[in-house]
Structure formats: structure tokens, C-alpha cells
């Protein structure tokens, strides 16, 4: 089914997966990436986009999950992912954390009042090993105080040594780390080389893993899956850089870390988008306004991060030719805004698409004025599929009581 019959028969708004480009994305991701380090698996960072269909779909393309709440790994467990599978990460944890480190899975403390609690775990199981993960703190000239993880030489980093020394059953295996600017290949080998570093002063022998967070998608977000395929920098240009420091310390003939990466954006963003259908058009003083039913509520980041590209599908009547027309959300909100300054063509009743809206888009929308609408998949076979039904009313407010 192409997307204009497609619109025929779904009802707007909605959002829409592309499953195959989906899958592509990712093989080829792996492919280049296994060139250089065939150690190397990418963890799909689940809370970017946790529509399960997607997360299943990942599994299956050869991720694990990685995940930063109890909410995101009792999914990743439902869906087959067992615990060696799972990278849970993040400043908060909650208590079903501790299942994960019990069932072997990688598990990266964020502070040393954290490493303090999973060492009290440990010492009330004194019969098993338990392995840990340290978040580190990076500072790699971003301009900016990163609140996540420990600074390497600190007093934190210290004191969760020093629990950890005097816990005869856990150790450290890993390293892991995240920062989410800048986003181009020098700065990956710069975070290579700081992470090598730590290792070298935190882990004897080589560690069993660096979890390398993201921050891979770079350049501008309107483009297509064409101009993405010959983009630069590249999943080649990234992998030359942030490998090359892990080949020239661990590229003899001796035990070789595992690499992970933890891409959310980079697997999700260019593959869904959200469709909307112009409901009026006005013109206020000099501003020409279309409202749909859409909003930049189902959209996210996006609508903070660039101008958004938008197609339209002539599905109204009389159009007209606009040469500054601001395309609005049905809020009742004045920065409701989905698109600014549209040049083109329009018609109320016309459908506009909003492409690359697959990050930090439904898992942030908040249940303000219209419940969330529904996602489809369009599958490799010119199938349609529901990963998820619109939010009723009774979805809302069935959670609130009366008295
Ligand atoms: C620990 C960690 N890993 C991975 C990600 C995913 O990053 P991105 O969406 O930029 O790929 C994030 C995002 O904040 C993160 O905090």
C-alpha cells in the first residue's frame, strides 16, 4: 500500500514506521560497524521511541536494550530480551534493577551512593560473583557540566572504589558513558581515548565491556532516506574514528573488549512520521495560520531542533499558493507550532506529513487537551499494521477517582 492509499483509509492524525527502511538502517549500521570491531553489538536505547513492535524489531536486527528505568527493562524482558541482553543505565534506578544485576545482565552505576547499595546487594548473596559498570563523567570540551556519571580522579569515583574494594564478590567489568553533544567522529575518538584511559586506571586486564552511550545522528534532520544513505560523517566515518583508539590498545592477538554503542535517534528519528489534516486556514494581521489536527505535542524534539520538512498530500479543494503560511497544532497553546513560514501550496482539508519525528515524539507526549493517536507500521510487504491504537477518553480518565 503506497501512503496516498493509505490516507484514504486511516483516519487522521497518526503516525507511520517504516519498517524496511527501519532494518536497513540498522543491518547496515551493524555491517560497518563489525568491519572494524566484530565485538561490537548496538543497544537500542529504548526510552527514544519504546513502541514495543520496534524494540521486538531491533532484537531481532541483532541489538540489545539498553534502558534507564524499571518501566523500560520489565518491557525489554516481556519482549524476550533476557538479562545479558540488557544495558540498564541512568541517574535513577528502580528496584527492579537488582534483578537484572542478579540475572547477570550489565547494569552501570551513575554515583557512588549507588555503587554503595548494589555492594549491601552483593554482600547479602556472599555465594554469587557480581559484575558492575561504572558511569563515567566525560567532559570532552562540549561547553557544558554533564550531571551524569563520576569524574575519573574525583572523590566520588573514590568512594565507590573504595565500597567496591571491600566487596570480595563484585567487580568491575565495564565502562560506560553518554554525552550527547558534539556529535561528529573526532569527538567519538576523543571519548574512545578517555574511556581507554579510565580503563587502564580503574579495571586490571581488559574490561569485558565499554558501553559507549550516542550521539550519532548528525547534519541537518530534513533529509531524506536517499541523501541520508551518501551523508557524511558517515556509520563508516564514525566507526573509523571511535575504534581506532580500542585497535591500538586491545588490537593484538589478546582478549578483546566487548563495544557497545547505545543509538536512539540514530535508529528511530528518519522512520516515523506524523500525518495531520488541515482543518482551517486564516489569516491574522500579516500571519497566515492552517490549524490541524495534529500538534507539535506528537512531535517533540523536533519542532525545537530545525525547521521541519513537510509534505503535503492535496486532499482539500480550492488550494492556495502561500508564501509564509504557519502550520499550528490544535492546542490551545500560541507555541503550538508544527512547521513555520510553509511556502507552498494549500488547501483546508489537505493532509501534511512531518517525516523524521521518531525520537523523543510519542514517549513525550503529554495527555493534554486530545489523547495520543494511533501508529501504524508499513510493513516490507506493502502491509499495514497497528503498533498502537489511539488513546481513548476512558484511557485518561479511568486513572482518576471521583471522591
Ligand atoms: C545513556 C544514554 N544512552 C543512549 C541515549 C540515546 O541517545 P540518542 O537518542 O542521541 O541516540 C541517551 C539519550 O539521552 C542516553 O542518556
Known sequence: ??????????????????????????????????????????????????????CALAREGGALAEVVSDMEYSLARKLGFPDREIIYNG????????????????????SADEVRRLCALAASRPEQSFRLGLRINLDIGAGFVSRFGMEVDSREMRDALCAIEACPNLTVSGLHCHI??????????????????????????????????????????????????????????????????????????????????????????????????????????????????????????????????????????????YDRLDIMGYTCLEQDVMCPAYIGPMAVGDIVEFPNVGGYSLVYKPQFMIPQCAMYALLPDGGVRTLMRAETFDDIFSRFTRN
Open 1 to 54: 500500500m503506497n501512503k496516498t492509499e493509505l490516507l484514504r483509509l486511516y483516519p487522521t492524525p497518526f503516525y507511520l514506521f517504516d519498517e524496511a527502511a527501519f532494518k536497513d538502517n540498522l543491518a547496515r549500521l551493524l555491517a560497518e560497524f563489525r568491519a572494524f570491531w566484530p565485538e561490537y553489538t548496538p543497544a537500542y536505547s529504548f526510552k527514544t521511541n519504546y513502541t514495543p513492535y520496534i
Open 91 to 110: 541517574p535513577f534506578k528502580g528496584p527492579l534493577s537488582r534483578e537484572l544485576l542478579l540475572g547477570g545482565g550489565m547494569l552501570n552505576a551513575d
Open 180 to 321: 550527547k553533544a558534539p556529535r561528529d567522529p573526532e569527538s567519538w575518538y576523543r571519548r574512545s581515548e578517555v574511556m581507554i584511559a579510565a580503563a587502564d586506571r580503574y579495571i586490571d586486564g581488559v574490561p569485558e565491556y565499554f558501553s559507549l552511550g550516542s550521539g550519532m545522528v548528525s547534519g541537518r534532520y530534513d533529509q531524506t532516506a536517499e541523501e541520508w544513505a551518501s551523508f557524511k560523517p558517515s556509520w563508516h566515518d564514525f566507526a573509523e574514528a571511535l575504534f581506532a583508539p580500542f585497535a591500538a590498545r586491545y588490537g593484538g592477538s589478546g582478549p578483546r573488549p566487548r563495544i557497545f554503542t547505545e543509538p536512539g535517534r540514530a535508529l528511530i528519528t528518519r522512520f516515523v512520521s506524523l500525518f495531520a489534516r488541515v482543518d482551517s486556514i486564516k489569516a491574522v494581521q500579516d500571519r497566515v495560520l492552517a490549524t490541524t489536527d495534529g500538534s507539535s505535542q506528537n512531535m517533540g524534539e523536533m519542532c525545537t531542533m530545525a525547521r521541519v520538512p513537510v509534505k503535503r498530500y492535496p486532499c482539500g479543494a480550492e488550494e492556495t499558493y
